[in-house]
């Protein structure tokens, strides 16, 4: 791969317009997470939690999670890792929350993600860059 022009990774439209990215977690897991660049952190939902079977009874922290109608305490916990095409995090800190299922995503890919690396966005082809 050359380092310079990035890793591209396909994704989808979805709920409004927005680009959704595959991504993998824990080495195991594939899921669809909306890439939010206004998201500091990655976000997964409870369901996906569940489904892969992580211990939500003793979180890292709790975090005070802030949206236009509320504030609320949420769990953060620690996956072993989180890849985007090649591109790989790993001990990477995620709030389980619950998103509105007409979203139809699994998670929310944050900076706490995309900030290591160089994103770009090509909305007219559905895709991300990383470098």
Avoid at 34 to 44: C, E, F, I, N
Avoid at 119 to 127: G, K, L, Q, S, V
């Amino acid at each position: 791969m050359n380092r310079r022009r990035g890793d591209r990774v396909q994704g989808h439209r979805a709920y409004g317009g927005v680009l959704v990215i595959p991504c993998q977690l824990n080495d195991a897991y594939r899921y669809w997470f909306l890439a939010d660049t206004g998201a500091a952190m990655t976000v997964l939902c409870w369901r996906v939690a569940e489904e892969m079977g992580l211990d939500l009874t003793r979180p890292v922290r709790q975090e005070r999670i802030a949206s236009i109608h509320q504030v609320a305490q949420a769990p953060v916990i620690c996956l072993s890792s989180l890849q985007v095409g090649s591109r790989r995090a790993t001990d990477i800190e995620v709030v389980v929350l619950s998103l509105p299922p007409e979203l139809r995503v699994d998670g929310l890919l944050g900076v706490n993600f995309l900030g290591r690396f160089r994103p770009t966005f090509e909305f007219d082809r559905m895709a991300l860059i990383l470098r």
